[in-house]
């Protein structure tokens, strides 16, 4: 029988538990639907945890293990079904033909799809997945930016996109803030609209002529008023409240400075509305009416064109990044063509452009999926796009008397940024296939498996609230109406506790050390943190049985730093422990800023007081040992002088996870070609990737977990501190997408503005308010998964007093403390102090599980002090001597012409050849190849001895790329390329010497040219 099943699990309702229940109650009675039933999950990690627990369960049942899914299962089917022989069957099964196991996320089953249907897609007959959007989007950005100065109409946007992010202090690398825009390309809201990129420029051009119109209509009115004051001989002191009252108005008009907010403030309302104009009215009421007849001239035209213009100013102030979404689009379809790739986040549209053309599951039987059955795991997270190419396989499904599942949580939905839209759960799952079943059940798993009754009641109170503190947020009040929110207590070995405490900047702990340059309010925030620690290990908790969540990544950094400062170094972090704000490796930066240049006075500066303040150095050892021996490093290699200055500043002398990291980063930059200090600088100062580069630490019973809400989401942890909670309900950040059917805004379609309160009084107010409650929502979710992760405890710091609005999720929990549903649970210990439950000491069974390898010990690279120049070229040639293709051999002669300067080296590379472990044909074709190239070289006297000789160096452009020419030949403002290729021709060979050619024109060389050398052929092309 069709059977429909939708789950709605709460956090801690044992989802995971159910999905396996349900997954089982199929494969038990008929081990043929192993094949057939396809469980969905989200995360590799997910699949990986639910095939787990299958084959664990199959076993435990068929060993008589597991009591309670065993009661479970019989439930429904039955007592006299053996279920015992069953799983024996099942298992056996699996074991034998694991592959069969369907259990996968949701890229890969419409990845596997999209390979099975690729003609009829219309896609190339070779091409590869890329999961990795990055090198698409490095592609994308130098293109569009390559193109500036020829196309005039992408030039303007972006000369438009410059000047926006100059008024708005955005930084001066438009490279990055182009990647960035291009990102809008792989999300569905925009993906839909692709063939809708265009902006019409005369429409533009219209627009800004009306905005100008407006302003100096406005401005001609003021002028007006100014002119008949002027006229009588009055001034400010004449006026009614003087110059801070309606006349600050008029002038800021006349400057061209409208009202903020394009709000009037008081004054000039009571002065329009028959308030008095002048502070003595002297008898003079006709020119006080006069005037109040002007203001209220000035007042009726300001309000009439006030939603024209916010409308106008909103989509003019963003209107650059649809334009250039337009080009970007262009440069990926070229990058996908050229490169014969396909990215991951292609891969639902192209179904979906499919399936909408045929209304049969045409592409499911094509692809030879004979699936009957589905678990959706974590619905809340599909995207619109998911659901549609998923929906025809769910109907026919269904159709065929067979059962579909979803199980997911609204208040959970935390990834709406990348697609996850709630509302599909929350109502389209129902409408869309509950005609299709013939039976359908909604159910409610309301029990509490993870945390203590304290933690619960807590909770179950808080979020039941929302919906009356949100009243006017209609999602709010359907995902956190109280039969959804409230859960049954089940844990009983400790009642738990929960603590809220409102911090207040007097009571900062003078103890700690704090990072630079934080604030009081912070301060006070980081030594209750630290207090609620000490508290709980002294109550028997482990560091490792303690988490710190937070909203964004920086809080997380700022946690570290300040644990790490007061002696706990057990921290596990994926993105917190970043070494670019580690005290220590910014000391070791500006020694290297020293060392390339030593007139650099504020790295001089940073060196004094951090070797002074921090290390104890005097001054006369700090001159004797670095500053009088700093020319001996300009001689060393990278990894030489990281080596030499953390042995010099005694840095190593503890296991120091950040000093590791980074000697371990400068050996990898300069495995790629960073060999010196300036070359390393360079990449430092212009790569986004050293933002991003963090400590890596083992997760163990032993170390504090900091990790931001969303990494959070799936686990659970005994003792939960959430330090910083004023996060903003509605923030600002980023773009929505908008569109209204009023002329003539109606003729751009969808465009991006910039999400703020000026589009409440636009012709977008009906998104401005849907954009604004699912932000609500989704900083409420957030806060929720947040409050659900704690075990046993949750501590919770609150800043300020209660707000007469609620706009941050501090200000929710304080106006929530005001309800009397919430003071019947919560005691209020002091003024600032609420709690519920008790703070006991942790139970002694209490054990946090951990399947992660132990903890490992670090090593400094002190020992392995190497001259990295002279061992680096063997070792390049070394590693590929197990290859055996075309591109290996061409490697070979590319390292080993790197090092020939001049006729001398010549006989070492022919050595050098023989030593190589190649078979004698090899060897032979290696020996020719490179006499051919070096014979090229002496003809043309492109040697040491006549020019200035750089072999593989890398080279740093002004927008921060790096290229290697195999061979620089540099005499005066002379310079000559020869690169050395390998098989045929091809254009882009001729591409990137043109690219060599810009890089070095740009850098000021009067005269560059640019060769190939294929050593098969004996060819040499020159490129202009």
């Known amino acids: 029988m069709s059977h429909l099943k939708i789950y709605q699990s709460s956090a801690g309702s044992g989802k995971t538990y159910t999905l396996v229940k349900e997954y089982l109650l199929l494969v038990l009675k008929n081990p043929a639907y192993i094949r057939s039933t396809l469980a969905v999950t989200f995360t590799n990690d997910a699949t990986g945890e639910m095939k787990e627990r299958v084959v664990k369960a199959l076993w435990e049942l068929s060993k008589e293990k597991n009591e309670v899914l065993k009661n479970d299962i019989e439930k429904s089917l039955g007592d006299k079904f053996n279920i015992k022989q069953a799983a024996g069957i099942v298992l056996n099964h699996i074991l034998h033909h694991y592959s069969e196991l369907a259990i996968q996320t949701i890229d890969s089953f419409f990845l596997n799809i999209t390979r099975s249907v690729a003609y009829e897609t219309g896609l190339p007959g070779r091409y590869n997945i890329d999961l990795n959007r990055d090198a698409a989007l490095d592609f994308m950005a130098a293109e569009v930016l390559l193109a500036s100065g020829e196309n005039m109409e992408l030039t303007n946007w972006l000369i438009d996109f410059a000047f926006y992010r100059m008024e708005n202090e955005n930084g001066w690398n438009l490279q ?30 219209q627009i800004r002529n009306w905005t100008n119109d407006y302003k100096d209509t406005l401005q001609q009115i003021a002028a007006n008023i100014l002119l008949i004051l002027d006229s009588v001989g009055i001034s400010d002191d004449n006026l009614f409240q003087k110059s801070k009252g309606f006349i600050s108005a008029v002038r800021h008009i006349n400057k061209d400075k409208l009202p903020k907010d394009l709000t009037f403030k008081c004054h000039f309302l009571k002065a329009c509305d028959g308030g008095q104009i002048f502070s003595n009215e002297l008898g003079n009421y006709a020119l006080a009416n006069d005037i109040r007849q002007e203001l209220q001239k000035l007042r009726k035209y300001f309000e009439e064109g006030k939603t024209r213009f916010k409308t106008a100013d909103a989509i003019l102030k963003n209107i650059y990044l649809k334009g250039m979404l337009g080009y970007l689009n262009q440069q990926l379809t070229r990058y996908r063509k050229e490169n014969q790739v396909l990215l991951i986040s292609d891969v639902g549209g192209i179904l979906r452009n499919f399936i909408s053309n045929d209304d049969t599951p045409f592409i499911y039987e094509k692809a030879g999926n004979a699936y009957r059955n589905f678990l959706i795991d974590e619905f809340q997270d599909t995207s619109v796009t998911q659901w549609l190419n998923m929906l025809p396989l769910l109907i026919n499904s269904l159709s065929q008397n067979n059962q579909v599942l979803t199980v997911g949580d609204v208040k959970q939905s935390i990834y709406r940024w990348r697609g996850g839209d709630m509302k599909l759960l929350m109502e389209e799952v129902k409408k869309s296939l509950s005609h299709h079943a013939r039976k359908t059940d909604e159910k409610n798993l309301s029990s509490n498996y993870r945390s203590t009754e304290a933690v619960i009641n807590f909770n179950n109170t808080l979020f039941s609230l929302a919906s009356y503190i949100f009243a006017d947020n209609q999602l709010i009040g359907r995902a956190f109406e109280k039969k959804q ?83 706990i170094t057990q921290i596990n972090s994926r993105d917190s422990l970043l070494i670019n704000k580690a005290p220590q490796i910014r000391f070791l930066i500006s020694a290297f800023r020293f060392i390339v240049n030593e007139s650099d006075d504020i790295a001089e500066a940073h060196i004094r007081w951090y070797a002074s303040k921090i290390l104890n150095f005097d001054k006369k050892e700090l001159d004797k040992m670095f500053f009088h021996s700093k020319k001996q490093y300009r001689q060393m290699a990278l990894t030489e002088v990281g080596a030499a200055l953390i042995h010099l500043f005694r840095l190593n002398t503890t296991p120091d996870a950040y000093i590791q990291r ?154 929530a403390l005001g309800f009397a549903e919430m003071q019947s649970v919560i005691q209020q210990k002091s003024e600032r102090l609420f709690a519920v439950g008790e703070d006991d000491s942790k139970p002694a069974s209490k ?74 044909a090899k060897k032979m074709q290696l020996r020719k190849d490179a006499d051919s190239a070096i014979d090229l070289i002496q003809q043309r006297q492109w040697i040491k001895e006549k020019y200035q000789v750089l072999n593989e160096t890398e080279i740093c452009d002004s927008e921060g790329n790096i290229i290697r020419p195999d061979r620089l030949m540099i005499k005066n403002k002379q310079a000559i390329v020869l690169d050395y290729k390998t098989g045929q021709p091809l254009n882009e060979h001729q591409q990137q010497m043109l690219g060599y050619k810009n890089v070095l024109e740009g850098a000021g060389f009067t005269t560059v040219e640019t060769f190939l050398y294929y050593p098969e052929s004996g060819e040499v092309v020159q490129v202009n």
Request: include cysteine.
């Open 176 to 205: 990055v803030s182009i990647r960035n825009a291009g990102k809008y390309l792989f999300s569905d809201e925009v993906q839909s609209r692709l063939q809708n990129l265009t902006v019409d420029a005369e429409l533009i051009k």
């Open 485 to 567: 929110v409230e859960q049954k207590v089940v844990k009983n070995h400790m009642k738990g506790y929960v603590q809220v405490e409102i911090v207040s900047n007097e009571n900062v702990e003078e103890n700690f050390i704090y990072p630079d340059n934080v604030k009081d309010n912070v301060k006070c925030i980081l030594s209750k943190t630290m207090l609620y620690i000490q508290q709980q290990i002294s109550k028997g908790y482990t560091y490792g049985d303690i988490a710190l969540l937070v909203r964004e990544n920086a809080k997380g950094s700022l946690l570290a730093d300040f644990l790490v400062l007061n002696g």
């Open 662 to 815: 980074f000697e371990d980063l400068l050996l990898q930059k300069s495995s790629k070609g960073l060999y010196d200090v300036q070359l390393f600088l360079k990449w430092w100062d212009v790569e986004n990737e050293r933002m991003k580069i963090s400590v890596q630490t083992p997760s163990d019973n032993n170390s504090i977990t900091v990790m931001t809400i969303h990494g959070s989401k799936g686990l659970q942890f005994p003792v939960v501190i959430l330090p910083f909670t004023s996060f903003e309900f509605a923030s600002s950040k980023g773009e929505v997408w908008v569109e209204t059917d009023v002329e003539p805004f109606n003729q751009f379609g969808v465009v991006p503005v910039m999400f703020d309160s000026g589009l409440e009084d636009s012709y977008f107010k009906s998104d401005f308010d849907k954009e604004r409650d699912e932000k609500q929502l989704d900083e409420l979710n957030a806060f929720y998964v947040a409050c659900t992760r704690a075990e046993d405890k949750l501590f919770i710091l609150l800043e300020g007093k209660g707000p007469e609005e609620v706009k941050k999720i501090n200000h929710f929990v304080l106006a």
């Open 847 to 920: 054990k946090k599980t951990n399947d992660l390898p132990d903890t490992y010990k670090t090593d400094s690279l002190k020992k392995y002090l190497i001259n990295e120049r002279g061992v680096h070229k063997g070792f390049k040639i070394r590693k590929h001597i197990s290859e055996d293709d075309q591109r290996a051999f061409g490697i070979r002669l590319h390292d080993l012409m790197a090092t020939f300067y001049s006729e001398e080296d010549k006989s070492k590379i022919l050595n050098q050849i023989e030593t190589l472990p190649l078979n004698d």
